[in-house]
């Protein structure tokens, strides 16, 4: 169970304040799928990684009683002279893994070939997506964080990465942002729709996406206050 408890993030653009996260109070519950949902810049993104533990929130508090990865993909964190078998195996050790199957595994997953072992400086954007998903799909969690991967690689990637990540699902909790809706349909089981700062928590993720389809088309629910209403 992951719990946010009034959590507030502001960004200044230009000088302009632009709240992302206004008082959130929130519990992701253990076992369920959460989608998050809202337009670009509603502070979905924002959110998972403060939850990650990645960014820090300006006030209020994340507390969780298991384990969360990083947002899954995220490629952020690679040190650009070391290979990729040689990020792998330090991010092995540093939360306490088999390295070997670890390097095992994504080195199957990812199918960088001898690309696995040359600086990851030299990585393409592809390839250092297939590297960061490989890595993040190895290491158990009890919630995943999860922000946009289904569009990453070819087809014949993104059906296997969809397979795995169902399956890790499966086994753990997840929070999950993406723009598709059939994908966020099928896979989650409970939705949070994220407008101007303020979210909104839905047991029913149709009725999540019904809410986020008709504000993107200008319909705001009541929920969302006046002042909230612009932008």
Do not use: C
């Given at each position: 169970m992951i719990k946010v408890k009034d959590l507030w993030k502001t960004y200044y653009v230009k000088g302009t304040p632009k709240?992302?996260?206004?008082?959130?109070?929130?519990?992701f519950p253990t076992?369920?799928?959460?989608?998050?949902?809202?337009?670009n810049g509603a502070g979905k993104s924002t959110l998972l990684r403060m939850v990650a533990g990645v960014e820090d929130p300006d006030s209020g508090s994340i507390t969780s009683d298991g384990t969360i990865s990083w947002p899954v993909g995220f490629?952020?964190?690679?040190?650009?002279?070391?290979?990729?078998?040689?990020?792998?195996?330090?991010?092995?050790?540093?939360?306490?893994?088999?390295?070997?199957?670890l390097?095992?595994?994504?080195?199957?997953?990812?199918?960088?070939?001898?690309?696995?072992?040359?600086?990851?400086?030299?990585?393409?954007?592809?390839?250092?997506?297939?590297?960061?998903?490989?890595?993040?799909?190895g290491i158990k969690f009890d919630t995943y964080l999860i922000d946009e991967v289904n569009s990453v690689g070819d087809a014949a990637f993104r059906a296997r990465s969809l397979a795995l990540m169902k399956e890790r699902i499966g086994e753990s909790s997840a929070i999950i942002v993406s723009h598709s809706m059939p994908f966020m349909r099928e896979i989650c089981d409970l939705g949070v729709v994220m407008i101007n700062g303020y979210a909104h928590w839905?047991?029913?993720?149709?009725?999540?996406?019904?809410?986020?389809?008709?504000?993107?088309?200008?319909?705001?629910?009541?929920?969302v206050p006046q002042e909230a209403r612009r932008g």
């Open positions: 709240v992302v996260a206004h008082g959130l109070n929130l519990t076992g369920k799928s959460v989608g998050l949902f809202g337009r490629a952020g964190s690679f040190h650009p002279e070391l290979t990729g078998a040689q990020n792998i195996r330090f991010v092995g050790r540093v939360y306490g893994v088999d390295t070997d199957e390097i095992a595994f994504v080195d199957d997953f990812a199918e960088l070939n001898e690309h696995f072992h040359a600086p990851f400086r030299t990585y393409s954007s592809g390839m250092r997506s297939r590297l960061a998903f490989g890595l993040s799909m839905f047991e029913d993720v149709k009725e999540a996406i019904a809410t986020h389809e008709a504000a993107m088309a200008g319909k705001l629910p009541d929920w």
